[in-house]
């Protein structure tokens, strides 16, 4: 357990059901009345964003999430395969519990998946990926404004805005989180 006057950012706790993490805190002391903890809590299963307030001397139990690493074996359909590379025991999770944190991830990539309870609900995938270049179209001499961007479909068939120097068979490196590209390899 711990009380409302220790949150600290990036905590987790487990509340009314679900598993919050804690986004920011902040301690209020009124003039008049009471102290109490003004939270912002990020529901880690869906992604809701929710404010509460607590009083100090409030508990919550606090929850313990595991990572593990995993590696992505293939999909076939909508499961897709995953295996713990040190007991070689093998997992399948349908789509929805999938999202699209898969979108940069090719087979055979390490991954880390985070349960509680042994219930899986988040996948993370690596901060940065290599991945080739399969189509983009051809960019122009001359073109040579800052920051201008063209479309780019990569190897695992995510579409990604890449400078116009950047052409099909190139590696580029990706920001997983964002989306964005980051360099050429």
């Not at 699209?100 to 899986?120: I, P, Q, R, T, W």
């Not at 051809?138 to 063209?150: H, I």
Request: hydrophobic share 35%; charged share 25%.
């Amino acid at each position: 357990m711990v009380s409302a006057g220790d949150f600290r950012n990036g905590l987790t706790i487990e509340l009314d059901g679900n598993v919050y993490q804690i986004i920011e805190f902040q301690h209020v002391k009124p003039g008049k009345g009471a102290a109490f903890v003004r939270t912002k809590l990020k529901n880690i299963k869906n992604g809701g964003v929710v404010e509460k307030t607590f009083r100090p001397t409030e508990k919550c139990p606090q929850a313990h999430i595991e990572r593990s690493d995993m590696q992505y074996l293939y999909s076939d359909g909508d499961l897709y395969h995953f295996m713990d590379t040190t007991s070689y025991e093998q997992i399948a999770l349908n789509e929805d519990a999938i999202g699209d944190s898969l979108k940069f991830v090719k087979e055979n990539e390490m991954v880390k998946m985070c349960a509680h309870n042994g219930e899986v609900f988040a996948i993370e995938p690596p901060l940065n990926v290599e991945l080739e270049i399969t189509e983009t179209e051809p960019g122009f001499k001359g073109d040579t404004a800052t920051g201008a961007t063209k479309p780019a479909v990569v190897e695992t068939g995510a579409t990604v805005l890449v400078p116009l120097f950047v052409e099909q068979g190139d590696k580029i490196k990706i920001d997983t989180r964002t989306g964005e590209y980051l360099s050429r390899v």
